[in-house]
């Protein structure tokens, strides 16, 4: 049971910060993160609090995703990466379906971006055979599966693999309406720019027109200025 670390938790909440990070995480009415309950701890000590609870079980971790205080939700997923790492192939299989089951609860920006590079990018890159999982949640309705999806295309990248399904889910994604959106592709592709800049070039000059704004400032950060500016202008003759 979590209940141990449920307690103290509660010992640490700090309503000020708490106030401050429900307005970050947009938990209004309304906004993406309604609903969203905080106590106000900060993810290093999250992080430090959980390294003592490290054999919860997945009964255990189910109890503190089914919760509505965010740091309950975060400090299972901080559990469940670290059980992953330490797992035979056996259990890693069993964390990954624990999580993709779970996946509408993990349900803020913060909590799919500290997980599922660690889980769902992971496990997929040692059983590429499971990447068509990504493209379906990918063309999911709901925000965070989606969120999903392409953040978890980061283990691929940082293991300069599976390039081409990264590119794939950037596709789907193009036509999505979210700002959360936006930015996780944008923040994939340049992090892919980084291994293959021609890549990203290409997939630019490709589908720019169909590429929001944000993703394409994101995507481009890191280009040096004139040619920056001349990819938000679609000049691609002049490189």
């Known amino acids: 049971m979590p209940s141990k670390l449920i307690k103290e938790l509660e010992k640490l909440e700090d309503k000020k910060q708490a106030e401050i990070l429900q307005r970050f995480f947009k938990t209004g009415k309304g906004q993406y993160g309604e609903g969203d309950v905080f106590l106000g701890i900060k993810v290093p000590i999250q992080r430090k609090v959980c390294k003592n609870y490290g054999n919860l079980s997945l009964d255990a971790i189910q109890k503190l995703l089914n919760s509505k205080i965010h740091e309950h939700r975060l400090c299972g997923l901080f559990v469940l990466v670290s059980k992953y790492k330490k ?21 803020n920006w913060d909590l799919v971006d500290l997980s599922a590079p660690g889980i769902v990018g992971n496990y997929i890159l040692e059983n590429p055979e499971l990447r068509k999982i990504l493209e379906k949640l990918a063309n999911s309705d709901n925000l965070w599966k989606k969120r999903i999806a392409i953040v978890s295309t980061f283990s691929f990248i940082r293991n300069e693999k ?5 590119l ?10 979210h700002d959360l959106i936006h930015k996780a592709v944008g923040w994939m592709l340049r992090e892919l720019g980084k291994r293959d800049l021609l ?8 589908n720019y027109k169909n590429i929001p704004r944000t993703t394409l400032r994101y995507a481009i950060e890191r280009f040096p200025e004139e040619k920056r500016k001349r990819f938000l202008r679609g000049e691609f003759n002049l490189i």
């Open 87 to 107: 797992a035979d192939n056996n259990e890693k299989g069993k964390i990954f379906r624990f999580y993709i089951k779970n996946a509408k609860k993990i349900n």
């Open 162 to 166: 599976f390039f081409d399904e990264v």
């Open 168 to 177: 794939k889910i950037c596709l789907i994604l193009l036509k999505d309406k």
């Open 199 to 206: 890549a990203l070039e290409c997939f630019i000059r490709a």
